[in-house]
């Protein structure tokens, strides 16, 4: 008995030892970090005193993204015992981080002294708060999904990495960092995470998917009916984001969405019916002006119609590898024109050309002065809807990509799906 009761002092003692010794070595007890997305992250840091630190920075870096970025934690109302915080706002644009982002982040405090400690890196993927999320994971992908819909979102998983595997290797794309599919559940609890365009767009249109190649994540409303084409359609984006690297805006938005349209394993008849419509009215757009969609719905359909065909086209009549080697071209940053030359052996000019002669269109029929974005712009504000369908293409320089997005549409008195980038 004795004996047991000083080995409990003995414990006691040493434990108590370890703390202090501990406490001397580090001021820093705990930090974490956890997602309020999507209104934020909050990131907690417990000091066991702060007379000697003069500040304290959180530093974090989304994954994708080049740099860490930092803030300065409020040291002002820090009282003895309580974590210090710092709210990190994502609901604006410029701070938006997509839910399903892997942060990596660490806390430096600063000491009076000039001397300064940093508490060790961790990551963590970040979720919308407001759900409670599992997950089914693949090689490459992951579905996070909510709710009773594991089978939905297995099926998804099995298109997603189908999909990557299969444009990945058309594109010479080796290694795949894993991407982050989330699926909603339906539109109205995806609206508050997607990146709206555009008050116009906000009123009048619902996104389906989001792609986000630099963080790796696309957003998808499981619940539409379109989904397993949509969340294939927007990982293809990922992928032909790292097949061309650091160009990717070096990529025409024809190709892109003509590849995408390749990747989509539900592809959608429609677009032949307005490829159709718009050979037979000679409403064609040369590749050369699609590097920006037409705002008229019917016309945008046309656009990605005929992407979708040209794409495979170009797949269905080239040796296989020429899709890598213009995805390589792409990268070193030549023009579109040489990219195509080297690696197709023709310019676009001239494979447009063929394509054409496939599809029996005579050259002659084509209306070349529909060309040029001034054009696109006075159709786009033809027949339709006056102005309610243009978009902003602006947060192309954000990096940022939507497409996707579905109206309901007066126009023809039928519904029909609008994609835009
Ligand atoms: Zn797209």
Redesign the pocket.
């Known amino acids: 008995m004795r004996k047991s009761n000083y080995l409990f002092i003995f414990l006691i003692v040493f434990f108590v030892n370890i703390n202090y010794l501990s406490a001397d070595q580090t001021i820093v007890n705990n930090d974490s970090a956890k997602s309020l997305i999507p209104m934020g992250i909050e990131f907690n840091i417990d000091v066991l005193n702060r007379e000697n630190i003069e500040d304290i920075q959180v530093k974090f870096k989304v994954q994708g993204r080049k740099s860490f970025q930092y803030e300065y934690l409020d040291l002002d109302n820090y009282s003895n015992g309580e974590s210090l915080k710092y709210f990190f706002s994502t609901e604006q644009s410029s701070r938006y981080i997509p839910p399903g982002s892997k942060l990596t982040y660490f806390f430096e405090v600063f000491f009076k002294d000039g001397s300064s400690y940093k508490t060790e890196k961790k990551e963590q993927t970040f979720l919308d708060s407001r759900f409670k999320w599992e997950k089914v994971e693949g090689d490459i992908v992951t579905i996070y999904y909510h709710g009773p819909v594991s089978r939905r979102a297995k099926k998804m998983l099995e298109a997603c990495e189908e999909s990557v595997n299969k444009i990945s290797r058309l594109l010479g794309v080796e290694e795949n960092e894993k991407i982050s599919v989330m699926m909603y559940n339906n539109y109205s609890e995806m609206f508050d995470v997607v990146v709206k365009k555009s008050e116009t767009q906000a009123s009048s249109l619902i996104t389906e998917g989001q792609a986000f190649a630099t963080e790796n994540v696309v957003l998808v409303d499981g619940g539409s009916r379109s989904a397993l084409g949509v969340s294939t359609?927007e990982i293809t984006?990922v992928i032909v984001a790292r097949a061309s690297k650091s160009s990717y805006l070096g990529v025409p938005l024809w190709l892109n969405?003509g590849l995408?349209e390749y990747g989509n394993i539900e592809q959608d008849q429609g677009y032949e019916r307005y490829l159709e419509w718009a050979i037979d009215t000679g409403r064609l757009f040369p590749f050369s002006s699609l590097n920006r969609f037409p705002g008229n719905p019917n016309l945008t359909l046309v656009a990605y119609g005929q992407s979708k065909s040209f794409v495979e086209f170009l797949i269905n009549n080239f040796p296989e590898g020429s899709m890598i080697k213009l995805m390589d071209e792409i990268s070193d940053k030549k023009s579109i024109d040489d990219s195509f030359i080297s690696s197709f052996g023709f310019s676009l000019k001239d494979l447009e050309a063929q394509w054409k002669e496939e599809l029996g269109i005579s050259i002659f029929d084509n209306k070349d002065d529909l060309s040029g974005s001034s054009n696109i712009n006075k159709e786009s504000k033809g027949s339709c809807s006056g102005g309610a369908m243009r978009f902003e293409v602006s947060s192309l320089l954000l990096l940022i990509f939507a497409?996707?997005v579905k109206k309901v549409m007066n126009i023809s008195k039928l519904r029909q799906k609008i994609?835009f980038?």
Request: hydrophobic share 40%; proline share 0%.
């Open positions: 359609h984006h969405e995408a497409y996707f994609r980038l």
